[in-house]
């Protein structure tokens, strides 16, 4: 079974760092890209980034670049985003999500929630 | 970028219903158009493919048409577990991006 298993909840300060882990089992990390979509309260999903586990090459949302950076531990089949300088514009949950072969998402984590707040 | 134009925002409807949502591209996308249905405090799950293929394990009252810049999801004969929001997500290049969502609501 595909499983795409996140961290818990986050409370950071403002202008503070985090990084979000998505740890995946039940398949060969490296035959699939990973990416990661932000949803603020309420609202519709945005793309963030793409990364290759294979060769971490990776694919920015320009929104997103300086803000996110998308890394791979392949020893461990865990993807990783981090987040810099945080707002309060940041506040959101982040899904990391499978890119499957035939391009789409078919797998997605539960969601981290990060609340970036003093 | 390309930017997805899904309506309605919302809809009512009833157990039994037939609705259909919208989504337009601003550009041709050919079918590289996925649909994808959401529940509250949950992750998004796919529903459509390629704008009219169904992912494994998705009932047959959903289907998915259209090309191009044109595309809609219909669902027949509501059931309770479909009221939700749904998303389009187009994936012709980069930046991937989805429409605004339309949240079904049970009238």
């Known amino acids: 079974e595909v499983l795409l298993q996140q961290s818990g909840p986050e409370l950071v300060k403002p202008g503070a760092s985090v990084k979000i882990p998505c740890k995946a089992s039940?398949?060969?990390?490296?035959?699939?890209?990973m990416d990661w979509v932000k949803q603020s309260h309420g609202k519709s999903l945005e793309w963030i980034g793409d990364i290759n586990p294979n060769n971490g090459g990776t694919i920015y949302n320009q929104k997103f670049k300086g803000k996110a950076t998308l890394t791979v531990d392949k020893s461990s089949s865990t993807a990783y985003m981090e987040l810099r300088s945080l707002t309060s514009e940041d506040t959101a949950v982040y899904y990391c999500?499978?890119?499957?072969?035939?391009?789409?998402?078919?797998?997605w984590g539960q969601g981290t929630t990060l609340t970036v707040s003093s | 970028d390309i930017q997805m134009t899904q309506s309605p925002a919302s809809l009512s409807a009833s157990v039994g219903e037939t609705v259909t949502i919208t989504c337009r591209a601003s550009e041709n996308i050919y079918s590289y158009l996925a649909w994808y249905q959401q529940k509250q405090g949950k992750s998004p799950q796919l529903l459509v493919y390629?704008?009219?293929t169904l992912a494994e394990g998705v009932p047959s009252r959903f289907s998915g048409s259209g090309s191009g810049t044109q595309f809609s999801l219909k669902i027949n004969s509501l059931q309770p577990e479909d009221f939700g929001s749904y998303y389009c997500q187009h994936h012709y290049g980069t930046p991937l991006t989805f429409g605004a969502g339309t949240k079904l609501e049970l009238k």
């Open positions: 039940g398949y060969t990390f490296t035959d699939y890209n």
């Open positions: 999500a499978r890119w499957g072969l035939l391009d789409y998402f078919d797998y």
């Open positions: 390629n704008a009219k």
